[in-house]
């Protein structure tokens, strides 16, 4: 090959892995370890450069996937969100989005077939507590964070909203002498 043929070669190659790399979502992780047990969650972080996220990739009162994927969830100890019980396993996670409060979907629902929400797989719903975000977040940042060995809280952080709910492992258990 010519020396300029070879270099418009290249320079194709390398232009159109940068134009694939766009289109593609970048997947990030969280995880703590609480009482020695893991709880991880894996999620695409869309990044919205430029755009407002509401009206666009967050449309109010339907489900939302960041991404197009399902926060996917992992605890290898039984927890309680706000109120509801959740046994130790895999499960992914889905968002309702709403003006004022945002709900957490956790579905029993995992593998390739949770890219589609499917309502009646949800284990349950619990509300978000939603705050204002100092700055501008993106992009998306999904975390665990741990109050010691039996609280914590999850978090979801894009633009201008920060989405947590409070966790607990559920660290009772029977005692024989009862």
Request: glycine share 8%.
């Given at each position: 090959?010519?020396?300029?043929?070879?270099?418009?070669?290249?320079?194709?190659?390398?232009?159109?892995?940068?134009?694939?790399a766009?289109?593609q979502?970048?997947m990030?992780?969280?995880?703590?370890?609480?009482?020695?047990?893991?709880?991880?969650?894996?999620?695409?972080?869309?990044?919205?450069?430029g755009?407002?996220?509401?009206?666009?990739?967050?449309?109010?009162?339907?489900?939302?996937?960041?991404?197009?994927?399902?926060?996917?969830?992992h605890?290898?100890?039984?927890?309680?969100?706000?109120?509801?019980?959740?046994?130790k396993?895999?499960?992914s996670?889905?968002?309702l989005?709403?003006?004022?409060?945002?709900?957490?979907?956790?579905?029993?629902?995992?593998?390739?077939?949770?890219?589609?929400?499917?309502?009646k797989?949800?284990?349950?719903?619990?509300?978000?507590?939603?705050?204002?975000?100092?700055?501008?977040?993106n992009?998306?940042?999904?975390?665990?964070?741990?109050?010691?060995?039996?609280?914590?809280?999850?978090?979801?952080?894009?633009?201008?909203?920060?989405?947590?709910?409070?966790?607990?492992?559920?660290?009772?258990?029977?005692?024989?002498?009862?």
């Open positions: 090959m010519r020396k300029g043929v070879w270099f418009q070669f290249v320079l194709v190659l390398v232009a159109g892995g940068a134009v694939a766009l289109g979502t970048a990030k992780e969280s995880a703590v370890k609480m009482s020695g047990k893991a709880i991880r969650v894996q999620y695409a972080a869309p990044s919205m450069p755009a407002k996220v509401f009206g666009a990739a967050v449309p109010y009162n339907k489900v939302w996937l960041p991404g197009d994927k399902p926060i996917l969830f605890t290898e100890a039984g927890l309680e969100i706000q109120g509801l019980a959740v046994p396993g895999d499960y996670l889905y968002i989005p709403d003006s004022k409060e945002w709900q957490l979907i956790i579905s029993k629902q995992t593998g390739p077939q949770a890219g589609t929400y499917t309502a797989m949800d284990l349950g719903r619990v509300p978000m507590d939603m705050k204002k975000a100092p700055a501008p977040v992009p998306l940042r999904v975390s665990l964070v741990s109050y010691g060995s039996v609280a914590g809280k999850l978090e979801v952080a894009w633009e201008n909203v920060i989405a947590s709910v409070p966790f607990n492992l559920d660290v009772v258990q029977a005692n024989p002498e009862w």
